[in-house]
């Protein structure tokens, strides 16, 4: 696909065969209001504060302490902080690259295997409760369920897939940490860490005799039964995830709830919020370059951002 402007002789050849270019549109945003991480930059106290509580009572299982005992001590963690996630794709790497790299002593890919299911199981424990992975998906439905509404109701005004306006694909950019929260609000996570290359595909297709709009969910490919059937209509879907479909306001004002006040995190909160509003103030005012050109302060402060935001791209 390629995501800059194609080269002369291909738009060249495009014009000979009456084809055209298309650039790909790519959607990034600010660390703060990434939704495909859950609680990036510890933006959502509330979430922060469940996911320690939730994690602090999965640790204390037989398995994850003989685990730390026998084999993340031997890797240097000290007791009671063990990083299984940081542990689990470090050896990973050092296993896929062969004999370029050498596993520490002990270590083999059953090990791996093993912290990967330990891995599994701490997060599926987290956001597997229904007001963690509400915190952590809500927002991403919200997008997901907004832009199914939008295409059945651009298509209902007899536009066709293909214009302007109407997208046929959107492709969310996450990591293995983005899957486990959503196949967990989906009801299908199995606690299996997903291997490299996941992906979900939430798929809206209508019916050509009766016109009903229907969605059906995959994950690696493979067909995933929700409710009665692979296949579902669009308004039955929203109602099985009506739970968990939250607008950016709503996310914020949950946030802040304290059902266990923690001054530091709302404090910090409150800090992020008020370095968002005053990056918006700014983004509205254009700064003079000194030069008698002017330059908007939003694009500025993006332009200096080197802090490897997550992609979402929109095609």
């Not at 690259?97 to 299911?117: K, M, V």
């Not at 599994?120 to 963690?132: A, E, H, K, R, S």
């Not at 019916?207 to 009903?212: C, L, M, N, P």
Request: aromatic letters at 8%.
């Amino acid at each position: 696909l390629g995501l800059s402007p194609p080269p002369p002789e291909a738009a060249a050849t495009g014009a000979r065969n009456n084809t055209k270019a298309t650039r790909i549109p790519i959607a990034t945003c600010d660390i703060r209001e990434e939704i495909l991480v859950p609680d990036s930059g510890h933006g959502c106290p509330a979430l922060t504060r469940l996911t320690r509580q939730l994690g602090a009572e999965a640790r204390q299982s037989t398995k994850i302490i003989k685990a730390e005992r026998e084999i993340m001590r031997g890797l240097g963690y000290p007791k009671g902080n063990a990083k299984w996630a940081q542990a689990r794709e470090v050896l990973t790497c050092y296993l896929l690259q062969g004999d370029s790299l050498q596993l520490p002593d002990g270590i083999t890919s059953n090990t791996i295997d093993r912290l990967g299911a330990i891995n599994g199981f701490l997060w599926g424990t987290q956001y597997g409760d229904m007001d963690c992975g509400r915190l952590a998906t809500g927002r991403i439905f919200s997008e997901v369920f907004d832009d199914m509404y939008s295409i059945v109701d651009d298509c209902g005004d007899g536009e066709e897939e293909g214009e302007e306006g109407l997208s046929r694909l959107s492709v969310y950019a996450g990591h293995d940490s983005t899957l486990v929260p959503i196949l967990s609000a989906l009801g299908i996570y199995d606690g299996s860490w997903p291997p490299y290359a996941s992906n979900i595909v939430i798929e809206l297709a209508q019916d050509v005799k009766t016109s009903e709009y229907y969605v059906r969910v995959l994950y690696n490919n493979s067909e995933q039964l929700l409710m009665d059937g692979f296949w579902n209509t669009l308004d039955e879907f929203r109602d099985y995830m009506s739970y968990f479909i939250l607008t950016q306001d709503a996310w914020h004002q949950e946030c802040a709830r304290s059902g266990a006040p923690n001054d530091d995190l709302l404090d910090e909160y409150a800090a992020l919020l008020a370095m968002q509003t005053a990056a918006v103030s700014g983004s509205e005012t254009a700064n003079s370059n000194g030069d008698g050109t002017t330059r908007d302060a939003g694009a500025a402060a993006a332009d200096d951002d080197d802090s490897g935001d997550e992609l979402k791209d929109t095609l």
